[in-house]
């Protein structure tokens, strides 16, 4: 299977990678924003949390399917297949009249999200050779941090001055342009030939995924169902690798996967997810309830970790040049654990900045690291797996995403259990699960005092996972003049 992609419109095929990835990116803040306003018209607050986690489990799942369908087929169809299939749960779930109807139409919405980010990095990768691939994963990079800023403000305004639907209906005309552009500019040619689809290992993989994820997100559930979600992935996981070691066209090819280079940057890309994770669901309810600060400030440190990741990415292909990949991997590696020891020394008297310095440091090694990684995958294999080595770091990130709110969780627990000697754990629940719970901290220092030593905790599990990204990146295997050629004159950029 091979196939080429025409170069000639590459500007107009990358504004059009904008706005699916500008649809996407702004839905998970513009959809936090509006739900207490959601809830309060259809009810159902016991669902809440399943409205975010249908969407990811969907997105989570599909995302190898469509890697490897793109592959299959090329990347145009799978890419509009994809957006259709979002615009279509959008517009129905603008329409929703329960939170089980939301819940069901944004689980849609996942299933068709899964296809945008993996497909279109992919596109990336067919379209410009190594050097130049940074610089476009940068505007990438960069409409990640914007729609983070933009995503809660046009929730707010939606809310306050339409009908909350407006938040999904919104997505269909930049859909729609979307797909307008990926049919006049995306041109590609794929030799077609006779395939058989593992529908079986794909069914498989999602049931063994999606109780691996809910099993992860569902801690509080009781013991009887958290063993039948174990029960569940460990055998449809087992022959789900018994279906792909025999399946002529497998959904995930086990010697891929298995390779030295893609299993060593997915098992950096999976640690990095965990320790970013952490930091962002941690550092700031420390602001907030051990400093004393306003929301406002707390949004300030992790919206350094926003300004440093497509700073990183922007800035990665000069640092190609200049220093080659494998240098230019390791030193953002570097960044992780630098920017973690920040954290190690907050105290309930320290200043945000420090907290936002590490939070900048740790944004700017994630950026190095992601796109140094995806690079690496993409020219490792040919166009016919490129698509399913793409869809491997992305799976890996957010894997490692769901299992570093897990485990820091479940830290915060046990630490505030220990700490608080049990009233103070009890007392300090208490106070949590008040509307006004986290400015009410500073007034009580000794409960204050639990939440700090149980955050401090966290802390120390962000910091041993970012030791281990830095020291998983040294076992990538890359040459020390990778990365290092300049673009050949007169050739076309973006």
């Not at 399943?50 to 799978?78: E, H, M, N």
């Not at 995503?151 to 797909?179: K, Q, R, Y």
């Not at 997810?273 to 306003?294: A, K, N």
């Not at 944004?363 to 490792?380: A, K, R, Y």
């Amino acid at each position: 299977m091979s196939g080429t992609v025409d170069k000639t419109k590459r500007p107009l095929i990358v504004a059009s990678i904008v706005l699916a990835t500008f649809m996407v990116a702004i839905e998970a803040t513009i959809v936090a924003t509006a739900m207490p306003r959601i809830v309060g018209q259809l009810g159902g607050f016991t669902y809440y949390s399943w409205v975010f986690s249908a969407f990811l489990l969907a997105q989570s799942t599909t995302t190898v399917i469509y890697g490897k369908l793109s592959d299959v087929f090329g990347r145009k169809p799978i890419l509009i297949c994809g957006i259709a299939i979002f615009l279509i749960a959008s517009a129905l779930a603008g329409f929703a009249w329960s939170m089980a109807s939301l819940i069901g139409f944004r689980l849609l919405q996942g299933i068709g999200a899964g296809a945008i980010q993996p497909v279109t990095m992919t596109v990336v990768g067919d379209l410009y050779r190594l050097e130049e691939r940074a610089k476009v994963q940068g505007v990438l990079a960069s409409v990640w941090a914007v729609s983070a800023v933009t995503g809660p403000l046009a929730g707010g305004v939606i809310v306050d001055n339409f009908s909350w639907g407006w938040i999904f209906w919104i997505n269909v005309p930049i859909g729609v342009l979307t797909i307008i552009g990926f049919i006049l500019f995306l041109h590609e040619s794929v030799d077609r030939r006779k395939v058989r689809i593992d529908y079986l290992g794909t069914l498989l993989f999602s049931v063994a995924i999606v109780s691996l994820l809910i099993m992860l997100t569902e801690t509080d559930a009781g013991f009887g169902i958290l063993a039948g979600l174990a029960a569940i992935f460990c055998t449809t996981g087992t022959l789900f690798f018994v279906q792909e070691r025999r399946a002529p066209e497998p959904i995930i090819s086990i010697a891929l996967w298995s390779e030295r280079l893609i299993a060593t940057s997915n098992t950096a890309t999976l640690l990095a997810g965990m320790t970013l994770i952490g930091l962002t669901t941690v550092l700031p309810i420390y602001v907030q309830g051990v400093l004393g600060r306003s929301p406002l400030v707390a949004g300030f440190t992790l919206t350094m970790l926003i300004v440093g990741w497509p700073l990183a990415v922007m800035l990665s292909s000069h640092f190609f040049r200049i220093f080659g990949i494998r240098n230019t991997l390791r030193t953002g590696s570097l960044m992780f654990p630098l920017g973690a020891a920040f954290l190690l020394f907050l105290t309930p008297d320290s200043n945000p900045v420090s907290a936002g310095v590490g939070s900048f440091l740790m944004g700017f090694g994630m950026g190095l690291v992601s796109i140094t990684s995806v690079v690496l995958v993409q020219e490792s294999v040919e166009w016919s797996m490129r698509g399913s080595a793409t869809a491997s770091i992305i799976f890996s990130r957010s894997l490692g995403n769901t299992l570093g709110a897990t485990a820091l969780g479940a830290i915060l627990n046990v630490g505030i259990m220990h700490f608080g000697s049990g009233d103070l754990a009890a007392k300090l629940h208490d106070v949590l699960n008040q509307p006004a719970g986290l400015a009410g901290l500073a007034t009580t220092p000794a409960i204050r005092s639990v939440f700090h030593s149980a955050l401090h905790w966290t802390f120390w599990g962000v910091f041993v996972v970012a030791i281990l990204t830095f020291a998983t990146t040294w076992l990538i295997p890359v040459s020390r003049e990778a990365g290092r050629k300049s673009p050949k004159a007169g050739q076309e950029t973006i």
